[in-house]
């Protein structure tokens, strides 16, 4: 695979801001995904080649992916951490099919870890 990378993780309190960024070999179909230990492994944002974009419920609303194309970069701003945040955050790739429709996901990142602190 062509392995994306990622940055920006961190030790934050309660509350806090984050910004994630992964550098992937495109990024026309990406997500963000994320593992605590213990747990699955779960998406928390998708965006597609439209630019359609989808949130996992448990976000309420506090995260925001975004993406520059130009620069292969995908992005994740993360506000109001909570202590349930707490998770190895991986970035994700896929490559557009002949229908332009996103096919499954094939680059994945390392990963960077986000703990948050009560």
């Known amino acids: 695979q062509v392995q994306p990378v990622e940055s920006g993780g961190g030790s934050v309190q309660a509350g806090g801001s984050l910004r994630l960024s992964c550098v992937a070999h495109?990024?026309?179909?990406a997500a963000w995904f994320r593992q605590a230990p213990g747990k699955e492994r779960e998406e928390v944002a998708s965006?597609?080649?439209?630019?359609?974009?989808t949130y996992a419920h448990s976000i309420k609303g506090r995260f925001t992916i975004s993406r520059d194309n130009d620069k292969n970069t995908l992005y994740l701003q993360m506000n109001s951490l909570e202590p349930e945040d707490t998770a190895m955050y991986y970035c994700?790739?896929?490559?557009?099919?002949?229908?332009?429709?996103?096919?499954?996901?094939?680059?994945w990142g390392q990963g960077t870890q986000v703990t948050v602190s009560s």
């Open positions: 994700a790739a896929a490559d557009l099919g002949s229908d332009y429709a996103c096919r499954s996901y094939t680059d």
């Open positions: 495109e990024t026309h179909c």
């Open positions: 965006i597609d080649s439209d630019g359609l974009t």
